[in-house]
């Protein structure tokens, strides 16, 4: 296995977490794509640990949380009986977001099922030490696992959004139009201006410019879950950590008070150790 001297293994991973493709990154540093492949896997499954270990017991107020669309190895109409259903196709990144500090405290790769929102709600759970307030999307799901993860420790609210319907011509790549936004309280007393998705849905865009792998109407996509996996668990690390938040001026870990300096990506590369 080639091993990569620290400043090329920097270089790859500054490149990997600003949207860099792989084959772009092989031709920038002259490393090979599988090299840069496996580095980003292993970097990535270090930094799930990061993520795991530093986010626990955290003070958020309010939490908005959605769901992020990406595909493996092909997209779900093409999937054949002999292919494997859990691991190619459809799926989806939950991410949940903190409106104060924009830290991701939790967030899971997974089929967009009840199975999956319950188990992320879970996770979000288990991290936080106050009650929070919680907004989601429609997503019915999210009603049941909320319950079963919080019971009546939360305040949570629910925006449902009703668009325009258009026909599906050639040659359409925008998404519908939002026509209306009801804001829906489910329990507890939430504050009803901050029953909103806006920040996590802003998230969305910063995951689509900075993982290549994202990006819509192009030939980048996953071949394998465990790449996908490995890619957002380096991205989420990076952006909590290493990239300095334009309007806050500092990390949001920094700004939720989970660190009190700036990471660097060596220390991203020290987890996958």
């Not at 104060?100 to 199975?115: G, N």
């Amino acid at each position: 296995m080639n091993i990569l001297r620290p400043g090329k293994q920097e270089a790859a991973i500054a490149a990997l977490v600003e949207g860099a493709s792989i084959r772009s990154v092989e031709r920038m540093t002259g490393t090979h794509r599988d090299t840069i492949m496996r580095l980003m896997v292993r970097v990535g499954q270090g930094c799930a640990n990061l993520m795991d270990s530093y986010m626990r017991n955290l003070k958020c107020h309010s939490l908005q949380v959605d769901e992020i669309w990406c595909y493996v190895g092909k997209k779900q109409a093409q999937l054949k009986d002999t292919d494997n259903f859990e691991e190619l196709g459809d799926q989806w990144v939950f991410v949940a977001l903190d409106a104060d500090s924009k830290l991701i405290p939790s967030y899971l790769v997974a089929k967009r099922t009840a199975e999956s929102a319950r188990a992320f709600i879970a996770d979000l759970s288990t991290r936080l030490d106050n009650r929070v307030q919680l907004t989601s999307d429609g997503l019915q799901a999210y009603i049941t696992a909320v319950e079963l993860a919080f019971g009546a420790d939360v305040d949570y609210g629910m925006v449902v959004k009703t668009y325009e319907a258009e026909p599906l011509g050639p040659g359409r790549y925008s998404p519908p139009k939002v026509i209306k936004a009801d804001r829906i309280i489910i329990s507890g007393t939430p504050q009803y201006p901050r029953i909103s998705t806006s920040y996590v849905e802003r998230q969305n865009l910063t995951m689509r410019m900075q993982m290549r792998r994202f990006t819509r109407l192009t030939n980048a996509f996953s071949k394998k879950l465990d790449n996908l996996k490995a890619a957002v668990a380096l991205h989420f690390a990076h952006y909590n950590f290493v990239r300095v938040h334009r309007t806050l001026r500092v990390t949001p870990a920094m700004e939720a008070g989970v660190t009190n300096r700036l990471w660097s990506i060596s220390e991203l590369l020290e987890w996958a150790n």
